[in-house]
C-alpha cells in the first residue's frame, strides 16, 4: 500500500503542474450541453448501453481497482454503461491525443471521453477550446459540491466554468510527532520563530519536488499578506514585490535548518526518512492519509499527530473533464454524476479502499449519509479533512507556481 501511495503523490505532480506544452491560441469557446440534452432523464437515455473511455493515471492498484471494479461495475448495473479504464503515467498524454483529433479536424468522434486532471493540464484543454463545457447543472449530484468555496470553483487560479467536475479533494497538512515535540507551530509566523529556537529540526524538500513547492508557497502566500493578492493571472509587479520578501525569510532560516541548509531533500520520501529517523521534528504532505499509513505500516511512530495552520494551508480539488469531441458525452455525464454521488465518494474513502477526502460538500448529504462518513475509521494520526477543510487556501495559476519555483532556485537554492 505505501508504494501505491508514493505512486499517487509523485501523481499528483504531473496533474496538478503545468503542462509540458505551449498553451494554445484557439478562441475559447463554450459547448453547451443544452443544446443537446434538455433534462437528466434525456442524458440518462441516451448514455443507456453506451462506453466510457475513461484516461486516467494508472500507477496505483487499488485507485485502479476502484475504478474499474467498483465503479465499472456500478455503471454497468445501474445505466448498461461500460467503462473501459485507459491507464496513463502522464495525463498530458490524453491532453495531446485531444490536441492532435482537433488538429487533424475530428471533432465528433474523438476517442478519449473522460480524463481525470486539473492543473495545468486544464488550463491547456480549456484555452485550447478542447473542453466539453456548461453541462454540470444538469448533473442531480451538481447540488452537492460547493461551488462557492474559491478551491472548488478554480483548478489552480483557472475558474472552473462548468468544464469539469470534482472528484477528490487534497489539502497540505503538517506532522509532529507529540512524544518528542509538545507544542508545534500553527502558523508561518510561528514556525520561522520555531525553526530559529530549534536549529537543525526543521527542513524542506526542493522546489523540484511537489510538496517542497507547496511549502515555499505557504511562505510566499505569507510573505504577500494572503494569497488574495496573488490570485488570478500572472502579474510580475506583483511578483517584484513579493518574491524578495520570501526569499529574504527562506535565506534567513536556512542557518537553522537540517544540516544548516547547505542541502535540501530531493523528495518528501527523504523528508519522511529524515523524520521517521528523529532527524527532524515536522514533517507536511498534500496527502494527509499518508500519516496513518506510514504509522501503520511501522514507518512512522504510533504517537505521530496532524495538523493545519491557524492561517490555512493550501488544497486543491482535482476532477474529471470531458473532451469536446467525446462521442459518448451522456455516457461521460452519467458517469460524472455518480462519481459524486453519496456511494462512490464514501466508497473511495474507506481506509482499504482508497482513503481519498471527498469533493462533496459532506453537510449536504442526508444526516444517515453524513453519520457513514463520520463513523469511517481514521488514524489517530490523520486530521479529520473536514476540519482541515475549515482553512483552506487556494493553489496559484500555474505561471505563478513556475516563477516562484525558478525564483527559488535562483535565490535561495544558490
Excluded at 463554450?30 to 440518462?44: G, L, R, T, Y
Excluded at 492532435?100 to 492543473?119: C, L, P, T, Y
Excluded at 508561518?188 to 520555531?194: N, Y
Excluded at 537540517?258 to 523528495?267: A, D, I, K, L, V
Aim: aromatic share 14%; net charge negative; glycine share 8%.
Amino acid at each position: 500500500m505505501t508504494g501505491t501511495r508514493f505512486i499517487f503523490r509523485t501523481f499528483r505532480r504531473y496533474c496538478c503542474h503545468f503542462a509540458i506544452f505551449a498553451i494554445l491560441t484557439y478562441p475559447l469557446t463554450i459547448h453547451a450541453s443544452e443544446a443537446e440534452f434538455k433534462n437528466w432523464d434525456e442524458v440518462v437515455d441516451a448514455a443507456k448501453g453506451g462506453t466510457v473511455n475513461w484516461f486516467l493515471w494508472g500507477g496505483a492498484d487499488n485507485i485502479n481497482a476502484y475504478v474499474s471494479d467498483y465503479v465499472g461495475g456500478e455503471l454497468k448495473k445501474r445505466y448498461d454503461i461500460t467503462l473501459n479504464r485507459i491507464g496513463l503515467s502522464d495525463t498530458a498524454e490524453a491532453v495531446n491525443l485531444v490536441l492532435g483529433e482537433k488538429q487533424a479536424g475530428n471533432d465528433d468522434n474523438g476517442s478519449v471521453d473522460m480524463i481525470w486532471i486539473n492543473g495545468g493540464n486544464f488550463r491547456t484543454m480549456k484555452q485550447g477550446d478542447l473542453l466539453y463545457c456548461g453541462y454540470t447543472d444538469l448533473l442531480p449530484n451538481n447540488q452537492l459540491v460547493d461551488w462557492t468555496d474559491p478551491s472548488i470553483a478554480n483548478d489552480f487560479g483557472l475558474p472552473v466554468d462548468g468544464c469539469e467536475v470534482p472528484w477528490n479533494r487534497a489539502q497540505f497538512a503538517f506532522a509532529y510527532d507529540i512524544a518528542r515535540t509538545e507544542t508545534p507551530p500553527e502558523s508561518i509566523a510561528a514556525l520561522i520563530d520555531w525553526v530559529k529556537q530549534n536549529p537543525g529540526s526543521f527542513t524542506y524538500p526542493a522546489a523540484s519536488d511537489f510538496n517542497g513547492s507547496v511549502f515555499i508557497r505557504h511562505v510566499f502566500y505569507h510573505a504577500a499578506g494572503g494569497v488574495e493578492k496573488l490570485l488570478g493571472p500572472f502579474d510580475q509587479t506583483t511578483y517584484d514585490a513579493v518574491a524578495p520578501k520570501a526569499w529574504a525569510i527562506l535565506n534567513d532560516m536556512k542557518p537553522y535548518l537540517w544540516r544548516e541548509g547547505t542541502t535540501y531533500p530531493n523528495s518528501i520520501a527523504s523528508l519522511a526518512q529524515l523524520f521517521a529517523n528523529q532527524e527532524v521534528s515536522l514533517y507536511f504532505d498534500y496527502d494527509p492519509a499518508i500519516f496513518g499509513i506510514n504509522v501503520e505500516n511501522g514507518i512512522f511512530p504510533e504517537t505521530t499527530r496532524s495538523y493545519g495552520l491557524a492561517d490555512g494551508t493550501i488544497g486543491n480539488i482535482n476532477y474529471v473533464a470531458i473532451p469536446y469531441n467525446s462521442p459518448n458525452k451522456a455516457a461521460a455525464m452519467v458517469t460524472a454524476n455518480f462519481l459524486l454521488s453519496f456511494e462512490a465518494q464514501f466508497e473511495k474513502a474507506k481506509a482499504d479502499v482508497w482513503g481519498a477526502a471527498p469533493a462533496i460538500d459532506v453537510a449536504r448529504l442526508r444526516q444517515e449519509e453524513q453519520t457513514h462518513f463520520a463513523a469511517l475509521p481514521r488514524n489517530p494520526a490523520v486530521i479529520a479533512p473536514e476540519i482541515l477543510a475549515r482553512h483552506a487556501l487556494p493553489e496559484l495559476h500555474p505561471d505563478w507556481i513556475s516563477a516562484i519555483e525558478t525564483g527559488w532556485q535562483e535565490y535561495v537554492a544558490k
